[in-house]
């Protein structure tokens, strides 16, 4: 957990359990010493316990100026960070342990419909698979999300199929069951607003199942809903007026927009169900055609199910798997935006125990007696040689890189010029950095960069007996228009640091995607 850095929105997630995030400033226009970010990162001093509700107030006043997210997830985090530090295996043991839990669930939910080695294979598949492994070591909301879904799937199972049975369960059980269904809708709000769809879902699986008690489970959804009434009453409505939803406004250029929502359907399947973080690197076309395989496959095991017999439990897979994403597409359709796609597809991770559960049908009751060993061990090891591929041979030490440089003249005064302010970037280059160290930043965008530069070095070259330049390839919210821009505003860089110093060595370093990738350039008087 701890041999990979934090990747872009995993440093964010840290900051704002911090209930620092109100204090961070974008840097200037002039130098600032990046040690001064490292506290940041860290819990505030505190003295007694006004200061830490002083610290937890932070963290809310941060959500509500403009994260699109509910509090669960950072409170939880906020909690882990006080028990455990800031590292990187600490702050993703959380999740961890989470999954765990998830994994279990998951498990119960398979033994419902399939018994228990039913379960056993649905759990191995969830454990295995490479987007819900990747998120599950990630300091983001997405494998919560995956445990509120299971959970509450397995507990509206469970308590419809007692009825079913007439079974004499105690009053005790019965609570526990309406207890958890009752919690996992809550958080499930809670930790992530588009658990919304999921509630939708749920709503379904009741007609489907159990109408004639409709009334009774929508009951207990309403009261799930109910419990998190204080903070969509309040915290959401605060949030709607503050938070930045354009980013998912308009279709790329060059793609019409049906056709931009059919890719987003078939990719988010792919990359949720197979290519898992691997989709942060490979072609748009590939990710495509991986949907469109993924899709027939999962329709070939619907056509294979009906034929066999198996209309209900197919039904109950199709609504937890595919009803999901078909209305995150058809909100996407209706309100002209494209969340669907947003983030390769995590926004939809909720679909992953659906679709395997379709899977796990289609091999436990399809497939013949003595293949069943044979067919499962070859989709797990599918599985598990993606997952260790992603995790065994794909670079995650960008931050590390520079943070080395650094530390190679660490008492030489440097100068870390970066052509981007994404606070992702200037964090996670804080983090990284050796505490001792004095180096100070100028982050600029890169249209403004060189004059930046020329402007500091003008006034203060003689301070600086090196620069270490970070040549951004993909700067995030301040891109330039195109290549040719990107090529006059370096070679405006290279002329103002080849005036006053020289250039020692040059690399390129980069990760698992395009805002991790840089030029690093050395020069030295």
């Not at 279709?251 to 927009?257: H, I, R």
């Not at 125990?353 to 069943?372: D, F, I, N, Y």
Request: glycine share 6%; with cysteine; hydrophobic share 50%.
């Amino acid at each position: 957990m701890g041999s990979r850095e934090f990747w872009y929105d995993e440093v964010l997630s840290l900051l704002l359990a911090t209930g620092n995030k109100g204090a961070y400033s974008t840097p200037g226009d002039i130098p600032v010493v990046l040690t001064e970010y490292i506290s940041l990162l860290k819990l505030p001093p505190e003295s007694g316990i006004g200061d830490v509700i002083t610290t937890v107030r932070n963290l809310f006043n941060s959500l509500l100026g403009g994260e699109p997210h509910p509090p669960l997830f950072f409170l939880t985090q906020h909690l882990w960070l006080r028990l455990f530090g800031n590292s990187e295996a600490a702050m993703r043991s959380a999740n961890a342990l989470i999954s765990i839990a998830t994994i279990g669930s998951t498990y119960g939910l398979g033994k419902t419909i399939l018994g228990h080695r039913g379960g056993i294979f649905l759990a191995a598949l969830l454990a295995l698979n490479p987007f819900y492994l990747f998120h599950s070591l990630n300091v983001r909301m997405y494998a919560p999300l995956v445990l509120w879904a299971t959970l509450s799937a397995w507990a509206l199972l469970h308590l419809i199929h007692q009825r079913d049975q007439e079974s004499s369960h105690s009053r005790y059980h019965l609570l526990i069951w309406n207890g958890i269904f009752l919690v996992s809708i809550a958080a499930g709000l809670l930790t992530f607003y588009l658990y919304a769809y999921w509630i939708l879902v749920l709503a379904v699986l009741i007609i489907y199942l159990d109408r004639h008690n409709w009334w009774q489970h929508g009951l207990r959804l309403s009261g799930g809903i109910l419990l998190t009434t204080p903070w969509l009453l309040r915290g959401t409505i605060i949030q709607l007026r503050n938070a930045d939803l354009n980013r998912f406004s308009t279709a790329k250029k060059a793609v019409l927009p049906a056709l931009q929502h059919g890719q987003d359907f078939l990719q988010t399947l792919g990359i949720n169900l197979l290519v898992g973080d691997w989709a942060t690197v490979l072609p748009t076309l590939s990710i495509t055609i991986t949907g469109i395989l993924t899709f027939f496959i999962l329709l070939l095991c619907t056509i294979k199910l009906w034929q066999k017999g198996e209309k209900t439990n197919l039904g109950i897979a199709l609504i937890l798997g595919f009803l999901p994403l078909l209305l995150a597409l058809l909100v996407d359709i209706i309100s002209k935006k494209f969340t669907l796609g947003f983030g390769w597809g995590r926004t939809m991770i909720i679909i992953i125990p659906g679709c395997l559960l379709l899977l796990s049908l289609w091999v436990e009751k399809v497939v013949p007696q003595k293949w069943v060993n044979g067919v499962a061990a070859m989709i797990l090891a599918v599985y598990l040689t993606i997952s260790v591929g992603d995790f065994s041979f794909r670079h995650r030490s960008v931050f590390h890189a520079v943070a080395d440089l650094i530390s190679q003249d660490i008492n030489q005064p440097t100068l870390v010029a970066m052509n981007s302010k994404a606070w992702g970037h200037v964090l996670r280059l804080a983090y990284y950095l050796p505490p001792q160290s004095s180096a100070m930043l100028l982050s600029q965008h890169p249209a403004q960069f060189a004059a930046s530069l020329e402007q500091v070095l003008q006034q203060k070259s003689k301070k600086y007996s090196r620069i270490i330049w970070l040549d951004s390839f993909d700067p995030v919210w301040s891109r330039l228009k195109n290549e040719t821009d990107v090529e006059t505003e370096r070679q405006k860089i290279q002329q103002v640091l080849s005036s006053n110093f020289q250039l020692q060595k040059t690399q390129n370093i980069f990760g698992t995607m395009s805002l991790d990738q840089f030029q690093v350039s050395v020069y030295k008087k």
